[in-house]
């Protein structure tokens, strides 16, 4: 394969590369298809140099790392260097056509990546593909612990000969990208700590403590906004905050929080809103309006 890229670009949607490199992956999907969705907080692209640095936004990688400009070669180039971003995927799988993951999968019925990528498909749209079954080989896992945070047993889909390690399920699946930093910590095991701090302590002052941080956080909520709430206002907000899915969610469930927010309602039009609101400041000098700058709390 020719180490020559194409296609070299600066930027992606407004997010500048470290240096000129080709997409490569989710970016290049992303872009192949048209798929309007957030990006992925970190891209991947091809440099034109063997020593490239990547940032926390972009994965630089080298000229050998090149995939093919093809859906197979960089769907199999995102699982393997980006990891699973179900948006993404999600999104791509909406527009490609069912027969060109089948062709994928038929290319190589018995690859890794292919049985990923056809029980990605599978997961997300609930459409069955016409594809043999791939005989009697090792379960490859959904998703690259090196790469991402899953589940330490997963569930075998004898279909896929896939390993199901997803951390959630079709409704709500958050990945989290395994980073150094979340790696240390991961291994510290502060789940089990603070299950057996609080399983020693009395409940009242369990009870106290949640409380009190309820309280300091809802007083921070506020100063984000640059406001200074009174102690009975703060308290009533962080009410509202503990009672959070306690009842399914609904007009009249949001305006009783409101009320409980609020507290005294006789000047306020409690109720959805139906006209525009400015959140923002106006410049002392030319009237101008601006957004109002986000102020870390004390």
């Given amino acids: 394969m020719s180490e020559r890229i194409s296609q070299v670009v600066n930027d992606f949607r407004g997010r500048p590369l470290p240096e ?5 992956g989710y ?34 990688l080298t000229p050998r790392h090149q995939p093919e400009p093809t859906l197979s070669g960089d769907l199999v180039f995102a699982l393997k260097w980006e990891g699973v971003d179900l948006g993404v995927l999600a999104t791509l799988f909406k527009v490609a056509p069912a ?20 029980y990605l498909y599978e997961w997300l749209t609930g459409v069955e593909l016409d594809v043999p079954d791939p005989g009697k080989i ?10 991402q945070f899953a589940l330490p047993k997963g569930v075998a889909s004898t279909r896929h000969k896939v390993l199901d390690n997803l951390p959630g ?21 502060l789940d089990a700590r603070a299950r057996e701090v609080v399983g020693r302590t009395r409940p009242d002052l369990v009870a ?6 309820l309280l300091d956080d809802s007083k921070s909520s506020f100063a984000i906004e640059g406001e200074r709430p009174s102690s009975a206002r703060a308290a009533r907000w962080g009410q509202a905050i503990a009672q959070a899915g306690v009842r399914a969610l609904s007009t009249a469930e949001f305006e009783r929080l409101q009320r409980l927010v609020i507290g005294d309602t006789r000047f306020v039009r409690l109720g959805l809103r139906d006209k ?19 102020q870390r709390p004390p």
């Avoid at 890794?112 to 990528?117: C, E, L, Q, T, V």
């Avoid at 923002?280 to 601006?290: E, K, P």
Wanted: contains cysteine; positive net charge; glycine residues 10%.
């Fill in 99 to 118: 027969a060109d993951i089948t062709a994928i999968v038929r290319a190589t019925p018995t690859g890794a990546f292919a049985r990923r990528i056809w």
């Fill in 169 to 189: 399920t079709r409704a709500f699946c958050p990945m989290v990208r395994r980073t150094p930093a979340l790696g240390s910590v991961s291994t510290k095991g």
């Fill in 138 to 147: 090792r379960l490859t896992a959904t998703v690259d612990e090196n790469l």
């Fill in 208 to 213: 106290r403590a949640a409380a009190f941080l």
């Fill in 276 to 294: 525009g609101g400015f959140v923002g400041v106006h410049d002392r000098i030319t009237g101008g309006a601006g957004p109002r700058a986000c």
């Fill in 20 to 24: 000129p490199g080709a997409l490569a």
């Fill in 27 to 60: 970016a290049a999907l992303m872009d192949r298809y048209g798929l309007q969705l957030p990006s992925p907080p970190r891209l991947a692209a091809i440099a034109n140099r063997h020593h490239p640095v990547s940032t926390r936004e972009w994965l630089m």
